[in-house]
Every structure is written in C-alpha cells, then in structure tokens.
C-alpha cells in the first residue's frame, strides 16, 4: 500500500552534516505516522526520530540536538537531518510509516535503508 523510498546517505566526516530523504508513494502521506530508524553494524535496528505531530517529535538519546526530523506533506516526503555526526552514528538508516489509527503502534512500512558512515 505504501512505498518508501530513502536518499541522502553517504561516507561524511565527523562533525559534518548529512540530510536524509524519504519519498512515500501515494496520496496517504498525511495519514501516516513517520519515523526513522538505524542499525549499526552488528547492532539492533534502534528508534531515531519519530513525529508525534508536525512540530513535535521524539528522539533517541543519542541523537537528541544533533538530528531534526521533519516532513513535507505537499512532497510526501519526510526528512532527517543530521548535525555534529559522529562515527557511533554509522549504520543503515531506515524510513518507517504506521497508520495514524488507534490501536496501531507498529510501523508496517518501511524503506530499502541508506548507508550512512561516518569517519573520525
């Protein structure tokens, strides 16, 4: 029903900036739930950012005043942009969407990922 589609990852040093895209197809853009998610190598798929509403959102510890996730509905398009990064942030990084319905939490759909290392 939804398609994912992330852009943006690359090889950038610490300290740079990175900003991540993440296209869904369709016209439901506004009914869903949007989140990224990463996995480190050798590490658990872990929560980045999620949007609670379109100027709140929740983020990971680790991330928190670094990485801003935002959207753009006329685009269908939500983004993630990364500040300060550092090489803990290297890891395939994943666009996610839930239904905006009660009852449902987890995130049925997600991207292909896109690779995002960081060197020291």
């Known amino acids: 029903q939804v398609q994912l589609v992330e852009s943006g990852g690359g090889l950038v040093q610490a300290g740079g900036s990175l900003r991540l895209s993440c296209a869904a197809s369709?016209?439901?853009?506004?009914?869903?739930?949007m989140a990224w998610f990463r996995q480190p190598p050798g590490k658990q798929r872990e929560l980045v950012a999620a949007m609670i509403t379109s100027a709140s959102a929740n983020y990971a510890e680790p991330v928190k005043g670094r990485f801003t996730i935002s959207r753009d509905n006329a685009k269908s398009t939500v983004y993630l942009q990364m500040s300060s990064l550092k090489p803990e942030d290297t890891a395939v990084y994943y666009c996610?969407?839930?239904?905006?319905?009660?009852?449902?939490?987890?995130?049925?759909?997600w991207g292909q990922g896109t690779q995002v290392i960081v060197s020291s």
């Open positions: 369709g016209s439901m853009f506004s009914t869903l739930g």
């Open positions: 996610a969407a839930k239904k905006l319905q009660i009852g449902v939490t987890r995130y049925d759909y």
